[in-house]
């Protein structure tokens, strides 16, 4: 006996539904954790210079999602953080060896950019999921250590002068972009 279109298509909705569940982070519902006030940013605390990104995700109709999604969210705050850091150097750089320059474009549309991106996706560290009961919103959070987020993009810069002056320059730019806080 052959299956029916429906329960075929039944089927495939669940399995599609019980891996979308197992790939999300679960939510915590307990007291609010220390990150969730420090949302988005650059901090310095016991684990030294990190970036943080805080996803948040409400009123979202299917809350099976939610999880899901705040990390998703939390990931891009922390990748636009550390390109903007990535920016500022390179901009910075520019202006110490040029002077009246029109073609600079950050990020670089290059493969070794995306490629620089994807790596720091993988190191991002998930720090945990957490349920607001009060609006029913659900966040979570990912940090990266500065470190290892200068190893990776020091490792993608092909010139020596430049991986010279952003292993000289991040420390003082992280402090400028955490001051912001």
């Given at each position: 006996?052959?299956?029916?279109?429906?329960?075929?298509?039944?089927?495939?909705?669940?399995?599609?539904?019980?891996?979308?569940?197992?790939?999300?982070?679960?939510?915590?519902?307990?007291?609010?954790?220390?990150?969730?006030?420090?949302?988005?940013?650059?901090?310095?605390?016991?684990?030294?210079?990190?970036?943080?990104?805080?996803?948040?995700?409400?009123?979202?109709?299917?809350?099976?999602?939610?999880?899901?999604?705040?990390?998703?969210?939390?990931?891009?705050?922390?990748?636009?953080?550390?390109?903007?850091?990535?920016?500022?150097?390179?901009?910075?750089?520019?202006?110490?060896?040029?002077?009246?320059?029109?073609?600079?474009?950050?990020?670089?549309?290059?493969?070794?950019?995306?490629?620089?991106?994807?790596?720091?996706?993988?190191?991002?560290?998930?720090?945990?999921?957490?349920?607001?009961?009060?609006?029913?919103?659900?966040?979570?959070?990912?940090?990266?250590?500065?470190?290892?987020?200068?190893?990776?993009?020091?490792?993608?810069?092909?010139?020596p002068k430049l991986r010279e002056?952003?292993?000289?320059?991040?420390?003082?730019?992280?402090?400028?972009?955490?001051?912001?806080?």
């Amino acid at each position: 006996m052959k299956p029916s279109a429906r329960a075929v298509r039944t089927l495939a909705l669940a399995a599609f539904a019980l891996a979308a569940a197992c790939a999300a982070p679960r939510a915590a519902s307990g007291p609010k954790p220390a990150w969730v006030d420090q949302g988005t940013g650059a901090f310095k605390d016991a684990d030294g210079d990190v970036y943080q990104g805080v996803g948040v995700v409400a009123d979202v109709r299917d809350r099976f999602f939610a999880p899901k999604r705040s990390v998703d969210r939390g990931q891009d705050g922390i990748e636009k953080i550390v390109v903007a850091h990535y920016c500022s150097l390179l901009d910075d750089f520019e202006d110490s060896i040029a002077v009246g320059r029109s073609d600079f474009t950050c990020p670089p549309p290059t493969p070794q950019f995306g490629a620089l991106l994807k790596a720091l996706r993988d190191a991002f560290v998930f720090v945990g999921a957490w349920n607001d009961p009060a609006d029913r919103s659900t966040l979570a959070c990912y940090r990266i250590k500065r470190s290892a987020a200068d190893g990776l993009l020091l490792r993608s810069i092909d010139d020596p002068k430049l991986r010279e002056f952003i292993r000289a320059r991040s420390p003082a730019a992280f402090e400028k972009e955490s001051a912001r806080r």
